[in-house]
């Protein structure tokens, strides 16, 4: 990493020329991202995929269902995806289409040129600074490369469904959309970081995820009680809950709330978001030279670190016969507990500091 000036964009906030995906992704993406490739069949099933479905089919779909976002449409939504683009330096600007919903949701599909989409029902359930953080997030799925995954993975889950009298196994596509879901929940994780150097603003991030959780009005929500639902959603029960804990994530595309918010939190206190503020982040230009083996190291620490420090009851008797854990229960065992015990008084301490500016 090298150090650089800082740039600055609308309302104070840093930009960051030239960076590189890889020094916002969680570890445990890029290693579960390499674990897919490797599933056999995954690059055949790929290649089908992306040459059946094509860039002017996802570009179609929503100009003739959807309303794209442009100065004279959604001009204040517009005007955030500029600035995250900046943010972020990615061009050329991905576009943006706004979708009736009544669910709250956001994601980016596409091949070659993503589009992003965000339905209707997420601008009316957060403020101005968390619909940037929203937008940043899908601003990072782009530079990340994620969206033709995740259009994979749309597609195969609409196969799968369609041809469920056809013996599914025999196929691999299972196997493919389990690997699918495994690593979008962790690409999720590495989108929230870069959603949060586009705002800027933990507070506002944590709104996000407490609205999604189901918070009507964040600002008196009990923020130390819905981090200590991570700890306790992690650390209680006996090895049963923990099989629970598994079954209940196998089939879900996002991280669970309180585990999600607790785990961006946490980054957000540590030394890595600090050092990417200050400019000492890792560039694209330098991306060519970095093994791959260094993102299997990555993540295979990150996972142990999760095992080590998990107070999982599964994980404590697993540890104990000295087998390795991985695969879907990983992020359900460490995310919460490590996060959420530091960030509560993280939280406080700046509520407190508020508190007293006020006064």
């Known amino acids: 990493m090298t150090q650089s000036s800082r740039w600055a964009i609308g309302g104070g906030r840093i930009r960051f020329p030239d960076i590189s995906p890889r020094a916002y992704e969680h570890p445990a993406d890029r290693g579960a991202l390499v674990a897919l490739r490797a599933i056999p069949g995954f690059d055949q099933v790929l290649k089908i995929v992306s040459g059946a479905i094509g860039e002017r089919s996802v570009r179609l779909l929503y100009l003739a269902s959807a309303i794209r976002v442009s100065p004279r449409q959604y001009p204040l939504l517009h005007q955030m995806v500029s600035e995250c683009a900046t943010t972020l330096d990615v061009q050329p600007v991905p576009e943006l289409y706004v979708q009736q919903s009544p669910l709250p949701t956001a994601m980016t599909v596409g091949l070659d040129r993503p589009l992003m989409v965000i339905s209707t029902a997420m601008l009316d359930l957060v403020d101005d600074e968390g619909l940037r953080f929203v937008i940043g997030h899908e601003v990072g799925h782009v530079l990340s490369g994620h969206a033709v995954y995740r259009t994979m993975l749309l597609q195969l889950i609409n196969i799968a469904t369609s041809i469920q009298w056809m013996p599914i ?146 994980f404590r008797v697993v540890g104990r016969v000295g087998t390795v854990v991985g695969g879907v229960g990983t992020v359900v065992g460490g995310v919460g507990n490590v996060a959420a015990g530091r960030m509560r008084d993280w939280w406080q301490q700046g509520r407190n500091g508020e508190d007293d500016a006020e006064r």
Request: glycine share 6%; with cysteine.
């Open 169 to 314: 196994g025999y196929w691999g596509l299972r196997a493919i959309i389990q690997g699918l879901n495994e690593w979008y929940r962790k690409s999720e994780l590495s989108c929230d970081r870069a959603g949060l150097l586009c705002g800027q603003d933990p507070r506002a991030a944590l709104r996000v995820h407490a609205v999604l959780a189901g918070a009507q009005n964040p600002d008196e929500m009990d923020v130390a009680g819905f981090l200590d639902q991570a700890t306790e959603y992690s650390s209680t029960g006996d090895v049963r809950d923990s099989l629970l804990r598994i079954l209940q994530i196998t089939s879900q595309t996002h991280p669970l709330a309180a585990l999600r918010a607790a785990e961006l939190q946490a980054w957000a206190a540590g030394p890595e978001y600090r050092a990417i503020l200050s400019g000492d982040y890792l560039r694209r230009s330098e991306d060519a030279d970095a093994p791959m083996s260094e993102d299997v190291k990555a993540a295979a620490a990150s996972y142990a670190n999760a095992f080590r420090s998990s107070s999982d009851p599964l």
